[in-house]
């Protein structure tokens, strides 16, 4: 049974499973690995983290809001939208998520609460509805904070509320405490871990003391990227390798807008035939020729009047240049357009450069592009790169629900902390399939299997190497509420089924149920007699 307390209030809010002890068992002069991104201090010492990418964020508060403001792109969107469809399937009355305990040990009975536990979470997440959003805040913001309530009181209840954190608001502490040991080094002697909390935001502090409410690590779900950037020990979210390829493509997007208005419109050069004028009548003279042929007509969208503006000359307007005495009078030219307004092979590029540093296939990017399905020659490298992909993303965002499941468990008292680690190896979380490529890739893989099977030995059936369970599952993608249907209905058809192999049996034998012969009929002496 678990142990289940509060944290006194001076030292740290919310609850803590089991007892806190952060002394070492194993001395070491190495700090653990920083795999988490936790912002690591000394005890007591000075808090506070910068960074500076380009010059545009200086802390993570500004690098998760610049992650959010490219999300908003419409590329960018795009793609995103692209990964959250394929990694969560919300269609067909299906739960997105389910739980495979057959490699668990256990009873039944603790299969049974540790399946009712797994609902319990969805149903506090509301991932049957919420879960694409979910997985959206997990990959654009690289990190995703949960509080968990408990009622203090009944804490054997298990959880009672998960309610959201912004990440710009909470951030993980590691405080270690250091010792001198033999020869003068410098000994790790415990390690504290907290999480720190305020509603202005977490900004660099230098300080003695963090500025904000410290909450026990228990109180908090936390699930990463797992991208840890190697100079700053920071988590960094999926669309950071997309900065730099997002702002090429705006720049080359803007510059292209620029071109076609300035060398979209045809202009005309007038020239102006001045004679033997001098320089200064020559201008004036120009400069009344303009005023006469020149008539801008603009419109205001403020007020929905148009006005004759005239005043400036731009570069987008017709040209006056004098021509003086010997040259062949006044005349009149157009300026040809750009002729090369329609080239956009180098915004494809940066497009194609974008979708590559978000792991999505090129191909997607056009609307109109079309795909075959169940062969492999139609299944493109870069899909298959891309199913893999989403099989990573979606082992990561695992830790969410096996977290929470631990706390759930864990305060229900049906596991305890130390017996977590042989639980969690066992239990697979199932997302449901709607990658068309993947199943397509697996059924070519599997097509192929047969055929060598059948090539080695032609007249053995199928049931010898595969169970039926297996053929649910694997061939017919059916999940186990529909296998038990599927084998009661089974079960009801079999009497009629066994009839019908009888009779077919007994047509082929050739062994018919006929009535026998009558008797022949006896004459009037045998009767007499």
């Known amino acids: 049974m678990a142990k289940n307390y509060l944290m006194e209030a001076f030292r740290l809010l919310g609850f803590q499973i089991g007892t806190q002890n952060p002394i ?34 200086k802390n993570e508060a500004e690098l998760i809001t610049r992650y959010r403001d490219m999300a908003m792109q419409p590329e960018c969107d795009q793609a995103i939208e692209d990964i959250i469809t394929d990694a969560v399937v919300q269609e067909d009355n299906r739960p997105a998520l389910s739980i495979n305990l057959e490699q668990l040990e256990q009873p039944e009975s603790v299969k049974k609460q540790i399946h009712d536990a797994f609902d319990e979470i969805l ?23 949960y509080h968990i309530l408990v009622d203090p009181d009944t804490p054997q209840e298990g959880i009672k509320e998960l309610r959201y954190l912004d990440p710009r608001r909470v951030r993980k502490i590691r405080e270690i405490k250091k010792k001198l040991g033999e ?27 963090a500025i904000g409410v410290k909450i026990a690590p228990d109180a908090i779900c936390y699930v990463h990227s797992g991208l840890i950037d190697s100079t700053r020990n920071m988590v960094v979210s999926y669309l950071h390798k997309a900065i730099k390829p997002l702002n090429q493509l705006r720049a080359m997007e803007d510059a292209h807008v620029i071109y076609r208005l300035s060398r979209a419109a045809e202009r005309r050069v007038f020239y102006i035939d001045v004679g033997n004028m001098p320089t200064n009548r020559a201008e004036a003279y120009i400069k009344v020729i303009m005023n006469d042929f020149r008539n801008k007509l603009v419109y205001d969208s403020d007020t929905g009047n148009v006005r004759d503006d005239h005043k400036f000359l731009s570069m987008q307007e017709d040209f006056f240049l004098p021509r003086r005495e010997g040259g ?15 080239q956009i092979e180098d915004i494809m590029y940066f497009q194609e450069r974008l979708y590559q540093a978000l792991h999505v296939p090129k191909s997607r990017l056009k609307s109109d592009g079309g795909f075959g399905v169940g062969r492999e020659a139609e299944i493109s490298r870069d899909e298959v790169k891309f199913s893999r992909f989403i ?11 096996k977290e929470l499941l631990k706390i759930q468990l864990e305060l229900c008292g049906v596991i305890t902390k130390d017996e977590w680690g042989d639980f969690r190896d066992n239990i697979t979380i199932a997302y449901q399939k709607d990658s068309v490529f993947t199943e397509a890739k697996e059924q070519e893989i599997w097509t192929k299997r047969l055929q060598l099977l059948t090539m080695i030995d032609p007249e053995s059936p199928v049931d010898r190497y595969f169970s039926r369970e297996w053929i649910f599952k694997n061939v017919l993608m059916l999940d186990e509420d529909q296998i038990e249907i599927m084998k009661d209905q089974i079960k009801n058809e079999k009497p009629e089924v066994d009839d019908e192999k009888e009779r077919i049996a007994s047509l082929e034998s050739g062994v018919f149920e006929q009535e026998p012969p009558p008797a022949p009929k006896k004459s009037k002496s045998e009767k007499n007699k």
Do not use: C
């Open 123 to 145: 149903k506090l997440l509301n991932f049957n509805e919420d879960g694409m959003e979910i997985f959206r805040r997990w990959y654009v913001d690289g990190r995703l904070f």
């Open 391 to 401: 099989v990573k993303l979606r082992k990561r965002f695992d830790h969410l629900i």
């Open 24 to 57: 070492q068992k194993y001395k070491s002069f190495a700090i653990p690995a920083n795999v988490d991104g936790a912002s690591q201090i000394a005890s007591g010492g000075i808090y506070g983290t910068y960074v500076d990418l380009e010059g545009t964020a």
């Open 183 to 209: 020869g003068g080094v410098e000994i790790v002697d415990s390690i504290l871990e907290y999480y720190l909390y305020n509603e202005r935001g977490i900004v660099n502090v230098e300080a003695t003391t």
């Open 328 to 342: 062949r009078g006044t005349e009149v030219t157009t300026l040809p357009a750009g002729t090369n307004l329609g």
